[in-house]
């Protein structure tokens, strides 16, 4: 049996189809049958890992632009900067991924064959850095974590995956290679822990994942850790080159691997009600409403409207008025804090019921 060279303490060693091992003090020494595989931790450090919610975008494509940004889910960002047209969106096709939901990025008329020193198309995901610190990157003491994910693509090739600190001083970069047209393939890539670089504890950016479907000669490093924000090894296939090609991801897990194992947990679909909890931390609607005899001029609070979960910092809040009898459709004075919101809106009309309401959105992305 082929026992890694010079192993660590308490590293783990899994040959294919047989039982596992542990190495202490100068010896390999079986821990488990193939039915009691160690593996990386279970808990799912993305949110929204399978794409069961897209509370702003739901099935709407974005709009066609040079430059852009868009959710397609909650916490998945498409973003792009191609001369051609990109597009990204979420879908439901049960095909796909055990979920049964993905989220899409396709070209749209106009292509971008050879794209220019900065240009970039990414599927990504910031994740909070409470949800990672125990992660403990930049020390000595950092951990292994594990990524698995399903992808199809009607343009197989090697694509990348990027992690990245806040500030895009450090990059790892592991490549993938698609195989087949239009086939749910599931890859499973090791990551180790990085020793050296800021990574943030708080409830900031701690880290970002991306899969990189086009770079640009700027973007591309090395496999591996390395400084500077590099997105794609050279040689990175280029989904943009073809005017309706489309690239599906979904089923997305992070796990923190402390024992070495480089083996995913099996794949749970999280509970549909907990997960729309943690997306609600960032973005999330809510309507307020107040109804009775008003007076012009006096203004009217609703009652504070307690959010579905703490917010990650006090969101920014975007109001749609609605419902209006005896006051202006110009929203009123809001009071925010991350757990509630409510509006004053002066009458300007004296009558007997009298009512406003107003749907927010709110955004606390990072």
Not at 319 to 342: D, H, K, N, Q, R
Request: hydrophobic share 40%; proline share 5%.
């Amino acid at each position: 049996m082929n026992f890694p060279n010079t192993p660590s303490q308490g590293q783990v060693f899994t040959p294919v189809g047989g039982y596992q091992y542990v190495y202490i003090d100068g010896a390999w020494r079986m821990i488990a049958s193939p039915s009691q595989l160690v593996t990386a931790e279970s808990r799912n450090r993305i949110v929204n890992g399978a794409m069961q919610h897209s509370q702003e975008n739901g099935t709407t494509a974005s709009p066609t632009a040079v430059t852009g940004t868009y959710y397609p889910a909650d916490q998945w960002l498409g973003q792009w900067s191609l001369t051609g047209t990109a597009y990204v969106n979420w879908d439901n096709a049960s095909w796909f991924s055990v979920s049964g939901f993905h989220i899409n990025a396709f070209i749209g008329g106009t292509a971008t064959p050879s794209p220019a020193a900065g240009a970039y198309l990414m599927l990504t995901q910031k994740i909070e850095g409470l949800r990672v610190a125990d992660l403990k990157w930049g020390t000595a003491s950092a951990k292994q974590v594990v990524l698995r994910f399903t992808c199809a693509s009607d343009v197989p090739g090697t694509y990348c995956v990027q992690v990245t600190n806040a500030d895009t001083s450090r990059s790892f970069l592991a490549p993938f290679t698609i195989t087949a047209t239009n086939v749910a393939q599931t890859f499973t890539l090791v990551i180790p822990g990085d020793v050296t670089g800021t990574w943030v504890k708080n409830n900031t950016i701690g880290l970002m994942i991306g899969i990189t479907l086009t770079a640009g000669s700027s973007f591309i490093g090395v496999a591996g850790w390395q400084p500077g924000n590099k997105i794609a090894i050279a040689g990175n296939t280029n989904l943009a080159a073809t005017a309706g090609k489309v690239f599906a991801l979904g089923d997305v897990g992070f796990y923190v691997d402390p024992q070495n194992s480089s083996i995913a947990p099996r794949w749970i679909i999280p509970d549909y009600a907990e997960e729309f909890m943690a997306c609600s931390r960032y973005w999330t609607k809510v309507s307020v409403t107040w109804g009775g005899n008003v007076t012009t001029g006096i203004n009217y609070w609703t009652a504070a409207h307690l959010f579905r979960a703490s917010m990650r910092i006090i969101p920014a809040a975007a109001g749609v008025s609605s419902g209006l009898a005896g006051f202006p459709a110009t929203i009123g004075p809001t009071t925010i804090t991350t757990e509630y919101i409510s509006e004053g809106r002066a009458a300007n009309a004296t009558q007997n019921g009298g009512v406003y309401g107003t749907t927010f959105s709110l955004n606390a992305r990072m």
